[in-house]
Nanobody, 113 residues
Framework: QVQLVESGGGLVQPGGSLRLTCAPSGSIFNFYAMGWYRQPPGKQREFFASIIRSGRINYAESVEGRFTISSDNAKNTMYLQRNSLKPEGTTVFYC???????WGRGTQVTVSS
């Protein structure tokens, strides 16, 4: 079956840029709607942003204006972009196919000096 793979995480310097990718691996995957979720240590996973193939975007209220979600429909790939990162600690970002509700395994992001 198709596997969603998040990449682009790791240690990022404050003021730097973050670009996360959620890409399919294995079976053919037809993107329609996908979302990003964030789960800090010890906390519940929370909705972050979503995008539909048509281009409609939805952000969680707390992150709108700070992150940008986008997609490459030809590649069935979703992205999450943030410039000028603040030292916000460590969290894990997950992507989800919102048609099948399949999850990727997550990518950890740490913003620290």
């Amino acid at each position: 079956q198709v596997q969603l793979v998040e990449s682009g995480g790791g240690l990022v310097q404050p003021g730097g840029s973050l670009r996360l990718t959620c890409a399919p691996s294995g079976s053919i995957f037809n993107f329609y709607a996908m979302g990003w979720y964030r789960q800090p240590p010890g906390k519940q996973r929370e909705f972050f942003a979503s995008i539909i193939r048509s281009g409609r975007i939805n952000y969680a209220e707390s992150v709108e204006g700070r992150f940008t979600i986008s997609s490459d429909n030809a590649k069935n790939t979703m992205y999450l972009q943030r410039n000028s990162l603040k030292p916000e600690g460590t969290t894990v970002f997950y992507c989800q196919d919102q048609v099948t509700n399949y999850w990727g395994r997550g990518t950890q992001v740490t913003v620290s000096s």
